[in-house]
């Protein structure tokens, strides 16, 4: 960690006007790891993750023939346009974009017409070492938040009620370090049986209290009993008690494509995007972060120079392990999902209906053309 700090270089712009007219230099991760992902490998390969080196060998496919596609041809000029098929890496930021905005665009079909409001939920950063390549415990981070907001939820209406959420995990902050945090879209109020009951107000203090109290516990049953681990919770029980922060006051205006578009900035993408990376010379990559106040306010901005091995080291060690769902759907939310996916298998598999819903979303030509050639890696 001590090489990792010597070698990372952070800097303010010296004025505002850099701040605001900063042109993106065209720079793609992509190929960053397309120039050094083989030295990477070969000199890593026995730390590596398996899920690290298949996310990584997808990309270079991307979008490229031998990965496959599909020809269309218009029956009525005869004219043809082939479409490739995306890699879809979870750190690749063509693909990203794609996912988001699919998932966005499901995502306005499944919410109630009520207001919802963009919580974020943090932690003390000394807490974030015990969860680093520890995915087990991650999904205890996201069940707490659900828990608490639940808690203060039903506690504001003086009844049991059923709320509904849809919880993003993110591993990193914008300076590509281990950070924990949540981003949560929280619909104001729940249902009663079958009656919605809304309820606009939360406590902040209550629930930020309660967040802390839920997560601590739940940690305490998943780590090893150990007097280590019990000093560790009482200490951060005790003499951390305003390291546990939540921000609910955001409203999020507008309907629900909205409110979809506007959480699904926070969904599946690289931990960087290619727009934040101003400079990237073969050895060292240059990008930057916005500093924001506890409002979400950008009030600066920072940049920091990386080496090449370490970015990419940095970028990786954020994919989650197989199988592991960074976005997942609580309470009412969890319900609709359910139904609106039951029968599908009788159809056809999930993955050539998202294939095929992908393409027509995409490329006004599925909508009239005919398929003439196709080819499946």
Sequence with gaps: MGVIEIMTKTTT????????????????????????????FKKHRAKLRDVEIREVWKMPHCQDPSNGYLTFEC????????????????????????????WASDLAGRLFDVPHRHVIMTMSHYLWPIFKNNWELLKVVMDSAIEAIADAISKRAKRDLKPAFVVVL?????????????????????????????VNVIPYTTLRHKWQE??????????PDTEENR????????????????????????GKKEIARYIGRYIRHPAVANSRITNYDGKNVRFYYDKKDKDGKIIGRLYKTMEVEEFIEAIISHIP????????????????KKSKFKGII??????????MDFIKISNKWAQFAQIVSAKWS
């Design 170 to 198: 993110h591993t990193y902050g914008g300076d590509l370090k281990f950070n924990v945090h949540l981003h949560l879209l929280v619909a104001e109020g729940g249902f009663q049986g079958d009656k919605w009951v809304d």
């Design 13 to 40: 712009p010296t004025n505002i006007n850099e701040i605001q007219n900063i042109k993106t230099s065209g720079i793609a991760i992509n190929q960053i790891f397309s120039d050094h992902w083989e030295t990477y």
């Design 214 to 223: 839920v997560l601590l516990t739940n940690l305490e049953k998943h780590l």
């Design 75 to 102: 029956p009525n000029c005869g004219e043809t346009k082939t479409i490739h098929f995306n890699c879809n890496s979870r750190i690749c930021t063509h693909c990203g974009k794609i996912y988001n905005d699919k």
């Design 346 to 355: 009788d159809l056809e598999t999930i993955y050539q209906k998202s294939l």
């Design 231 to 254: 000093e560790l919770m009482r200490f951060f029980k005790e003499d951390f008690k305003k390291d546990f922060f939540v921000n609910a006051k955001r409203r999020i205006t507008g």
């Design 321 to 336: 392990d197989n199988q592991f769902r960074t976005v997942r759907y609580y309470g009412a939310y969890w319900r609709i």
